[in-house]
């Protein structure tokens, strides 16, 4: 199977999860700045970062199958399971958002947040497996501690959430600001897939030449 067919499959599952993201953000009942900020500044602000999230994985996911030969049944299955718990993103954001931040709706975000997480690492761990040791995608990423930290920041997060401040919300506090520094690691593509990517291409273009 082609790499062009997962990843147009995937692109539109994504823009469609976008779509229901923003269509779940609340409509301000009046016309003032007021109004606005009132009823979907909380919305807005969630969507916000769900959307920055759905565009770093749709980013990566990108640079990724670049670097893929081939795509085996294993790579679909995990590549659905990812699909599966982003798809989860418009449900968990608007829950967030409904309970005006309450502690357990955060924690099931976070929650949603790891195990798209852990699938992305899954879908990457079955390609390298089955590409090799030495597979550009196996020496781009390394030891891979960019995303071993981001899931751990995900289980701090969800943990701070449940246990720090349960009447409060600092708890709640530490856990958006895990889950926005995670975003920030990420918002630039990575470097390490991407200059792989370019040298990859590099030699394909020179063995096209010759």
């Known amino acids: 199977m082609r790499n062009s067919r997962l990843e147009s499959f995937s692109d539109g599952v994504l823009a469609i999860i976008i779509t229901i993201m923003v269509l779940s953000v609340k409509m301000p009942p009046g016309h003032s700045l007021s109004d606005l900020v009132h009823t979907a500044g909380g ?3 969630t969507y916000l970062l769900s959307f920055l999230y759905v565009g770093i994985y749709w980013n990566n996911h990108h640079h990724m199958f670049h670097l893929v030969q081939r795509i085996s049944g294993g790579v679909l299955w995990a590549n659905l399971a990812l699909l599966f718990w982003l798809s989860l993103l418009p449900f968990t954001t608007a829950w967030v958002d409904e309970s005006s931040f309450a502690r357990i709706p955060v924690a099931v975000y976070g929650l949603n947040l790891l195990t798209a997480g852990i699938a992305y690492f899954i ?3 079955v390609i390298i497996r089955q590409e090799g040791a030495e597979s550009p995608l196996r020496r781009a990423i390394g030891t891979d501690a960019k995303g071993k930290v981001s899931l751990a920041l995900y289980l701090a997060g969800i943990l701070s959430t449940l246990t720090i401040d349960r009447n409060g919300h600092v708890g709640v506090a530490i856990a958006g600001a895990c889950f926005v520094s995670v975003a920030m690691r990420w918002v630039v593509p990575d470097r ?3 200059r792989m990517v370019r ?3 590099t030699l394909e ?6």
């Not at 273009?205 to 010759?210: K, L, T």
């Open 43 to 45: 919305g807005l602000l």
């Open 123 to 125: 879908l990457q761990t």
């Open 192 to 194: 390490r897939i991407d």
């Open 199 to 201: 040298q990859y291409e």
């Open 205 to 210: 273009g020179g063995g096209a030449d010759g």
